[in-house]
Structures are given as C-alpha cells and as structure tokens.
C-alpha cells in the first residue's frame, strides 16, 4: 500500500491507523492530534509528533511507504516473474479475469494460447511467511521458494530472514564442489600448457595417457561442475534475456565438444587442422579453467550474500525469545514472544530486554536505548513512559503493558526497512550481462555467416576451410577477458584498500563509492568518540578541585551508568583519593546522595537541588546553560546544603575529524549529520566541525527517511554510522560506510568498513574508487576491441585481400593474450597513490 492508503477511511469511528512519525497505533475516533496533507488525515499519538510531520511531511511518508510497500503482485502466468498489477503496463483479459505481464512478449504469447499457460500450470501451495524469495540482482523477480533468476541466473535467496539455524549447507557444498574443481582444473592446465610453456612434449605413450587424464577430467570439469552454469544459460534464452551465464555456457560448451570431437575422432578433421606434430589442438583447458573460475565467483558471491543476511538476522536477535507475563491472578510465567498479545502485563527484570513495545506502568529504571538511538547514557524510565522492544533494562524492575508485538514493534519496523532498502538496491550488474543481449547472437550470427561464405565462396576445401572459420570465431569470442576485466581489477583494488585500513564488500561499493556527492554521517561514534567523558570541573568558592573530584567519584563508584564512569574515570586520570560513602541512595532520573568523609553530598540535576534545597544562583544556572551549548551534559555538585562545583560530561570529538571534514569538503561532497542525540549536543558539534546540514533527534526510521529523502532529491548518498541505529540508514544509502570497532549489524549492512574507525580514510577509498572504475575501463575496452578485431578476423575477412585465415589454435592463443593483458593492467592499481 502506498503513504496515504494507511489512512482512507481513517475518520470512521473506532478505526486504528498508525502515526506516520513514531509508528504507534493510533485510534481515530480519541485521537486529540490530527494533520491534513494533499487530502488526507493524518493521526498522531501526541503532539510531538504531529510537530514533527507538520515540519516535514514528505519524509515521514516516505519513510512510511518504504515500511509497507510489499508489493500486492501477481504472477505473469507465462514467465513466472512477481508483477505489481498497480504500475503493469501489459494487462490481458480471460475468462472473465484480468492478468498481468511484466512485457509486451509475454502478453502476446497468453493473448495467443491462454490455456497452454493456465491449464498447465498447477496452483501454487500454501508458502508460509517469509518463504517468498527473490533475486539480489533483480529485487522484482520474486516467487515461492527458491530457484535460479530468470533474467541474470543467480540462485534467489529469501526475502525475509528468520532466526532459525541455517547449518550453511548450500555454502558448505559449493566450497567442497569448488575445490574439488580447483582439483581437477590444476592438472588439466599443467598437462596443456606445459609443452607451450617449456617446449617439452610426453614421448609415446605417455603422450596418449595425458591425453586421456586430460580429456576426462576436463569433462568432469565442465559437465558436473559447469550443469548449473548450462541450466542457467538454457533457461535465460526461454525469456530471451541473454547473461553471463549464456556466455559461459556457449564458451565452454562449444570448446568442450570440439574439442571431444577432436581427441576422440582426430581423422573426421583436414590438415587444416593439424599442428606441426600431426595432432588435432584441443581446449580442454580453456573450459576446465572459465567452469572454474566462475565457480569461484558464485562461492564468493554467495558467502557475501550469507554474511548481509546474518546482519539482519543479528537485528531480529536483539528481542529476547521469552517475556514473563503476568496473569490478571498475579501469577507470572515466561511464555514465547510470539504468543504475548496486546494489552497483555509484562515484567522486564534488571539486565533484562524489553521484550515488546509498550508503556511502563510501575517501577523506576533506566534503560539502554543505544540501539535506537546510538547513544550510551541510559534514559530514566518511571510509569508512563515508552519502552521499546530489544533496549535494556539496567538496574531496576519494570512492569510494562505491551501495545505492539510481532511485526508491529519499532525492531521489526528497523528489520523491514533494512530488508526493503537492500531488495531496492540491486548489486553491481555485470557488465557481461550488459553486453550479452547483442554479444551472443551477434557472435553466433557471425560464425554462421562466415561457415556460409566459406562453404559457397571459398577456396577448396571449402567445408573444411568453413569448419575452421566457424569454431575459430566462437573460440576467439570465448569471454574470459569480458569475465576479468571487472573481477581482476576489484580483487587488486580490495587488496590495496585493505593496506589503507578500508574494506569493500562488493564491486558495487567501489564503483558506487567515486559518485558520491553526499556524505550522511552519524553523531557518536563517527565523528565523536562514543563513550562520556569528564570535559570540565567548575570549582566554586571554598573548595579544591581535588577534593569535589574525590567527593564525585565517591558517590558515581557504586554506578554503571555512563555518566557516573566518565566522573571515576577522570578522578582515576587525576590520581585523587579514593573515598568511601556510606548511606548511598541513587534516586531515578534525579541523581545519587550519599556521606562521604562526613559530608552529606549530592550530585544530581536541578530537580534534585530543589529537593535537596540547595539553592542554584544565576551565575551557576548561567555557567550550566553555557556548558549544555557546548553539548555537554551538566551535574550540579552539593556539600553540606551548598553548592559546590558544577560537572560538565561531552563525548568528545575524535581528533581526525576535523581534518577529516575539511578533506571530504575539499573533495566537492556536502556533509549532513543525523543523531538521536538532541539539537544542542549536535549544533555545537556541527559548529565545530563545520557540518553543513544537521537533523537531531532522530529514530532509526528517521535516519532511513532523511536518506531516502536525499536520494529523491536528486543525490547520490553515502551514509557513514557504526551503530544498530544506523543500519537502515545504511541499507538504504547509495554506500552503507561502518566505522571499524562498530556492531556487527552495522558492519553486516554496510557495504564499506573503515578498518581503524576514521573518517579520513574515506578520502583514500573514493580516490581508490576513482582509479579502480577508470581501471575497469580501460579493461572493458581491451575485452571489447579484442572481440571487435579478433570476431572479425576469425571469422576471415583478411583473407580475400592477404589470405590471412586464422586457426583454432592461433584463436585460443589470441584469447589467453587478451585476459594477459587485462590482468596487466588491473596490477597498475598496486600503485596509484592514495
């Protein structure tokens, strides 16, 4: 459904609908927070948050739709493919029904022969949620359980993850069937190239026993190791949408057979056929070697593929899988996560996860919400407030009444975006794929034209000459240069980005990375240091500096929170004495108190002083408000009844940033901060950095919509962030970055890891992406202008002017020449300077 359709008919009495801004549910006809848009009603659970959608409409609906747009779609009934019959442009009616196409062709063949496509067909059985799969590289190619893409061949893989284990099978067969291949290729190669290589020829009749380890082998290569590279190639023809795949399947399947022919039925073939020895040449090799190496593609394909799914998988096990109910008798039971229901009491215990969305309504904690906000001071939780699903409880009990569970809560929202703005960014497209739709035939048509004029217009023997012309054009055409050029270059690229502390998941990082021309980046953690520290100690009148200091981590040693480690750990930096306190109270959202060396102390915020009645002057209250506009937080210190110091925490800004910063604005890029921290923290960071553009207090779902937002716009977006927050922010960025010392969900969603953590080595790895794009390039076009010269001259076309004709053997060793020179020129990258 689209942004608005969440809302139609939303003014009914009793309807529920859900605020476009924090996800909740909300029921129309109570609803005090209402908003009006092209149209439509909007509905808000408070006021905060139709503030938020009045500022900015456009980004919460965007935000909206990429949750909830999964595709209503239909199935073309003649090529199978998943079509959304809203935005179909070929539509066909039968019996009284209407379907859908994803082309023009597959509606003229079911307007032609409806029943061959709806009577043999049989209806599709039941597919339990999450079972629906589809293609990474064509996210609109989706379909009931797996299978192979119709338009590129790459194996589908699942929409949704779950948390059940995945023992790997399928990663674990294709590494065994991967080296079992490097096995049987290796002697292969040795066998053929040897004599070309050190002019040695096997005497008789060693020569025949190679021939023989050689040809089966080879066959064991390319028939078991190669089937599902054929099945990929026949099937792409079925839709006539020509790949990779039907590449290698014409390459290797025409040098294999001829060369079956050849060795087993050496006589069938002319002199023309012969080398020197008398022996008719093979390319046994060539085909072991191409099966190869593109099996070790599709191994290292899909091991990146398991490594995106286990992020989110990672996401979903952030929830626990139990919750402990309370029954209306008072009894309590853990029961399984899927079956607490709305409405129902939970008791969250301290350490433990907040098992679902809902509101506390007894009890005094704080609780980590790090991982939507990316922050690390825990938030004071008393009844009333929100609770999210997968934050932790820290040092109180909590009961909580749940009002969102399963897919609803802000976890599954987090999950769903990732998931969306991953199928809506399909990886790099080969390039092979690009070119294989005039490629094939034109080759094919190419090597039966010149078998048709040499077999009418040639010199005699005419067939023989034909035969020759024929298999030497499919040979030269074989594309191991096309199927290198990108390949070589990527792998010496990541080996270089690896040396300067950058990692890339893809190809499609790399070359994404060098059109960038917005940087998003996260608060804490990336340009900050990501933990509180002890920033500044205002002493007041009659006190020393290191006694206020002994007396504040005498009270903050008992405590884990944050804030009170920054406070122990500068005193431990400072090397004041360890004091003891007695009496120790730590009072929710307010502070601690305590005696310390006979004082009574307190240290806390102003509710705390006023409960405390130590009076706050205007110097002090002035002194707090400077402090806060730098983006600390502020602690105010009391000894005996009087104010004593004021205590200022700020996580502070890594030293590169800055530097960093300046280099990215250099390279032309604008600069954008997102943060769930608040506007004064992230103003006075953004001051000094020089941020160009900064949005505070944002959800991970805000993060992901400003994203979108920016893309909309017209840029091309990279999102730099370490923390679960960040992962649909980077999921849905042109290029996720995660910052090294991050989660793993960051990393996972990420498509480039910034080793050591410093944004300055993003500057090298879009100057490394700059080079490595122009690299492939140039290689693309050594590829295509080999075929453009070699195709020709296989095919004969000197001949009738300098009776050039080439032959099998010179159009394999043309071809291995063309992949040399790819590979030299992808070395050139080992030393551009970054």
Known sequence: MNAHACCHGSDQPGMKTTDPVCGMTVNTATSKHQSTHDGQTFHFCGAGCKTKFDAAPATYLHAQAAAGKQADSVKDPVCGMMVDPRTAQHHAEHAGHTYHFCASRCREKFVADPAAYLQTRPAPAPVAPGAIYTCPMHPEVQQAGPGDCPKCGMALEPMMPTLEEDDGGELSSMTRRFWLLVAATLPVFLLAMGPHLFGFHLPVPWDGVAGWVEAVLASIVVLWGGASFFMRGWRSLKPWSPNMYTLIALGTGVAWLYSAVAFLLPDVFPEGFRDRQGHVAVYFESAAVIVTLVSLGDFLELRARRRTGAALKALLGLAPKTARRIAADGSESDVPLND?????????????????????????????????????????????????????????????????????????????????????????????????????????????????????????????????????????????????????????????????????????????????????????????????????????????????????AALERPSEHPLARAIVQGAEAEQVASLAATEFRSLTGRGVTATVDGSAVVLGNTKLMDESQVTLDAAALARAEQLRGAGATVMFLAVDGALAALLAVADRIKPDSPQAIGDLHAAGLRIVMLTGDNLTTAQAVARTLGIDEVHADVSPIDKAAVVSQLKDDGRRVAMAGDGINDAPALAAADIGIAMGGGTDVAMESAQVTLVKGELGALVRARKLSQATVRNIQQNLFFALIYNAIGVPLAAGVLYPWFGIVLSPMIAALAMSLSSVSVVSNALRLRNVPL
Do not use: Y
Not at 473 to 486: D, E, M, R, W
């Open 340 to 552: 607490v229901r709305v409405g129902d009491v939970l008791r969250v215990r301290p350490g433990e996860k907040v098992p679902v969305d809902g509101v506390a309504i007894e009890g005094e904690s704080h609780v980590d919400e790090s991982m939507l906000t990316g922050e690390p001071m825990p938030q004071a939780k008393v009844s009333g407030d929100v609770l999210t699903a997968g934050t932790v409880n820290q040092d109180g009990a909590l009961i909580m009444r749940a009002q969102k569970v399963g897919g609803q809560t802000m976890l599954a929202q987090i999950v769903a975006l990732v998931v969306q703005a991953q199928r809506s960014r399909a990886p790099l497209q080969r390039v092979a794929d690009k070119v294989a739709a005039w490629f094939v035939p034109g080759v094919v048509a190419i090597a039966l034209l010149a078998f048709a004029a040499w077999a009418l217009l040639g010199p005699e023997p005419r067939l023989t000459h034909a035969l020759i012309a024929a298999v030497s054009v499919l040979v030269i055409a074989c594309p191991c240069a096309l199927g290198l050029a990108t390949p070589i270059s990527i792998m010496v690229a990541s080996g270089r980005g690896a040396q300067h502390g950058v990692l890339f998941k893809d190809a499609g990082a790399i070359e994404g990375l060098r059109d960038i021309d917005t940087l998003v980046v996260d608060k804490t953690g990336t340009l900050t240091m990501g933990k509180p520290a002890l920033s500044e100690l205002v002493v007041l009148d009659g006190h020393t500096r290191e006694r206020l200091l002994a007396l504040a």
